[in-house]
């Protein structure tokens, strides 16, 4: 199982998508959840970015919703996934 780390963008962004729409922390908990277990698993339609997001992942939330992603290399925590950004399509791309 990995380690989700939060950067203080992620976190903001999490507690204003939470705030704006209750409904979604279920679904969020879920996601990272399954990060944390299986960061490909299908459900979660993880996919590498290109271009000005190169090394940066995408995992769905739901179908408007988008949660991106790193992998930490570092020694002590190459377990580790670090969260960037929360929100819909428009919002973290």
């Known amino acids: 199982m990995r380690q989700i780390g939060w950067t203080p963008k992620s976190l903001r962004a999490y507690k204003r998508l939470v705030r704006q729409n209750p409904q979604l922390r279920v679904p969020m908990e879920e996601t990272l959840r399954q990060l944390a277990i299986d960061p490909f ?26 949660v991106l992603f790193k ?20 919002d973290v791309y």
């Open 41 to 66: 698993h299908p459900t979660l339609k993880t996919h590498k970015l290109s271009g000005e997001f190169d090394g940066i992942w995408s995992a769905s939330i739901n179908y408007s919703y988008r």
């Open 71 to 90: 992998f930490n290399i570092g020694k002590q925590s190459e377990n580790a996934i670090i969260l960037l950004n929360l929100g819909n399509h428009d």
